[in-house]
């Protein structure tokens, strides 16, 4: 067993030391999965890498015992779903209408305002559609939450769900086509 896997361990059974450890040992791949999550954000929120993976471990800790996590590849599953819902929080936060979602904001650029709206709405569709393909399939939607949020690889993919490559290939294929279908 490795390090991390011993220290995931120790965290899910509340111990606060060897959280604290293994995010640091994970920080790196933290830090991936939000570059890759805001990369596909680009201009839609006011979070950047480093506040993205400080506010997802805030929510992985938030909880008096977490949930346990058996792997390296189990916690950065768990944390890319972490990342998608931090980021949907803060589009919905923007489009609230208590803080002013429905007025139009004038940047200096006002170019720009249209782009914004328009980005907003797309990941609020994507999200809704996703919510739907887990209601229908529940292993799609977590391929295409590790592979589109969280950056992971099919092999890694494979190994957190516990199933081959060539099935990861094909439920991301199952995937894009209902998404296609669901956000037209």
Do not use: C, N
């Not at 220290?7 to 040992?25: K, N, T, V």
């Not at 972490?82 to 650029?109: C, K, N, S, W």
């Not at 393909?133 to 939607?141: D, F, G, S, V």
């Amino acid at each position: 067993m490795s390090d991390i896997t011993e220290l995931l361990q120790a965290a899910s059974a509340g111990d606060r030391a060897a959280a604290d450890r293994a995010f640091a040992l994970l920080y790196a791949d933290l830090q991936r999965l939000a570059r890759s999550r805001l990369r596909r954000a680009s201009d839609l929120t006011l979070l950047d890498t480093t506040a993205l993976v400080h506010e997802s471990f805030l929510r992985l800790q938030g909880g008096a015992q977490g949930p346990a996590f058996p792997d390296r590849h189990h916690f950065l599953a768990y944390a890319a779903k972490v990342m998608r819902a931090v980021v949907v929080d803060v589009v919905r936060a923007r489009q609230a209408e208590r803080r002013g979602g429905g007025a139009e904001h004038l940047p200096l650029d006002t170019a720009v305002v249209g782009d914004l709206a328009a980005h907003d709405d797309e990941v609020l569709r994507v999200h809704e559609a996703l919510d739907e393909l887990a209601t229908l399939e529940p292993r799609l939607a977590q391929v295409v939450e590790l592979r589109y949020f969280g950056g992971l690889t099919e092999p890694e993919i494979a190994a957190s769900l516990g199933v081959t490559d060539r099935t990861v290939q094909r439920d991301w294929q199952k995937a894009r086509l209902f998404l296609a279908v669901a956000l037209r």
